[in-house]
């Protein structure tokens, strides 16, 4: 209750300040103002009841206004909080030329409510000041003043009621800098969430990668592992989804083909259909699953079973001799609480150390439990890659790897970005992948 607690606050915040930067500042009190204030109430309820409504399964139609909303908030977020930095400098030379009160004979006198001019008197809130001609200067002898109308667009400065010429428009500044950041991060959060979704919905694309393995025996030279990860069939995905997943791993004619986790978010009731197309993976040496933590939220057991039933083995704990390489397999570390857990002596204990052994194991923080039983190899997934970056930054901040070959207590670590996605459909700077791991002898 704490946890969730400090979530509503959290989107609470966030939504306070997407109002006071998209509404109250660049909006004039009125009517519109009081539509965008509703508009933003009624987003951040959507938040919350979206994760929450949708991954009980109670409110499934949620699903698509609410996680597009999620990630265009998320980049809204993002670009006006880089903004606040220019924002801040033009502010801070606006008031520095107020100061030493340059420019103000010449041109308007543009500045906030209640601040006063240079060598001036003060105008009262809602006014804007504006200078007489040149011409009419001796003539009038003082600044005239006029109502604000609430649009900058209607601030165009008085006609002088002795020869009738125009004063020089005013518009308000901080005002057009509140409406031009608006806009900017507006247009920027669309066109990055846009592009996003295009790239989740997308065919996963193929990464390679080359590890070499000091036991692997001259005969397995070569052998290609397609690895795939969270590919999260849930009530965003269609059966499509899944087709166009096995395409691309049985495009690449892997010789083992390992599925590390993340398979689903739903029971097998719900989804059960989606992952019928699993049946069609095409290896030389089979295909091997292990759970990850979404299955222990989706019921792991029925999963597990399901999976077997479409001739993808899961690996529980254990490990096989396929020709001079073992291959193992763990629980994710999410297991234990629902009386799962991952047993890393089970599956590697007993094993021959003259054999190179690959680990499948759902989370790359695992690495650390496995590096202790000689393991020459982990490959991985539950990272996403980052999904939508700059989020990779805090993904970084938990586990070791976040994407791609690293080396972590003395072992290589593969972690591949998933073919999937988790609850919004956008992926922006890690594109779904199938990875082909060629392990080669030295």
């Not at 009160?101 to 240079?118: L, Y």
């Not at 200067?137 to 008085?158: L, Q, Y």
């Not at 999963?303 to 073992?326: K, M, Q, T």
Request: hydrophobic share 45%.
């Amino acid at each position: 209750m704490v946890f969730v607690g400090l979530i509503l606050v959290v989107i609470g915040l966030i939504h306070f300040y997407l109002w006071k930067r998209l509404v109250k500042d660049p909006l004039p009190a009125g009517r519109a103002r009081r539509i965008g204030a509703v508009v933003a109430v009624v987003l951040a309820v959507l938040a919350p009841a979206t994760l929450i409504g949708v991954r009980s399964g109670a409110l499934p139609w949620l699903a698509w206004p609410g996680y597009l909303w999620i990630a265009l908030m998320f980049y809204l977020l993002v670009t006006l909080a880089v903004l606040e930095i220019p924002r801040l400098a033009v502010v801070l030379v606006w008031r520095s030329r107020r100061r030493t009160g340059k420019g103000s004979a010449t041109v308007a006198a543009q500045r906030d409510p209640g601040e006063p001019a240079a060598g001036e008197g003060q105008a009262e809130p809602g006014q804007v000041l504006t200078l007489v001609d040149e011409e009419n200067a001796g003539k009038a002898g003082e600044e005239r003043t006029r109502d604000k109308t609430g649009d900058a667009s209607n601030a165009t400065g008085a006609s002088s009621a002795d020869g009738g010429e125009k004063a020089e428009p005013g518009i308000e500044r901080r005002l057009l800098l509140a409406r031009g950041a608006a806009i900017f991060a507006g247009l920027t959060a669309a066109g990055v969430t846009g592009y996003g979704v295009k790239t989740a919905l997308g065919n996963p694309q193929i990464a390679r990668v080359q590890v070499p393995l000091a036991k692997l025996p001259r005969a397995m030279d070569g052998t290609r592992l397609a690895v795939v990860s969270d590919i999260h069939l849930g009530p965003l995905t269609g059966i499509n989804h899944t087709r166009r997943i096995v395409d691309v791993i049985n495009s690449v004619q892997a010789d083992i083909v390992c599925v590390v986790g993340d398979l689903v978010d739903g029971s097998v009731a719900e989804l059960g259909r989606l992952a019928a197309p699993l049946a069609e993976i095409q290896s030389r040496q089979g295909a091997y699953f292990v759970t990850g933590n979404h299955e222990y939220y989706s019921g792991f057991q029925e999963w597990v079973d399901e999976v077997a039933r479409l001739n993808v083995r899961p690996l529980r704990n254990e490990r096989l001799e396929l020709g001079g390489l073992d291959l193992a397999g763990v629980n994710d570390l999410g297991g234990a609480d629902m009386g799962d857990p991952a047993d890393f002596q089970k599956a590697l204990g007993d094993r021959d150390p003259s054999r190179p052994v690959v680990l499948m194991a759902h989370q790359p923080i695992a690495v650390h439990d496995a590096a202790p039983f000689g393991v020459d190899l982990q490959v991985s997934g539950h990272t996403h890659g980052g999904q939508m970056a700059p989020f990779n930054l805090l993904v970084r901040l938990e586990q070791p790897v976040v994407s791609g070959l690293g080396k972590v207590d003395g072992v290589p670590v593969y972690v591949t970005n998933g073919a999937g996605f988790w609850g919004p459909p956008v992926r922006v700077g890690a594109p779904p992948q199938v990875s082909v791991v060629e392990l080669r002898a030295t």
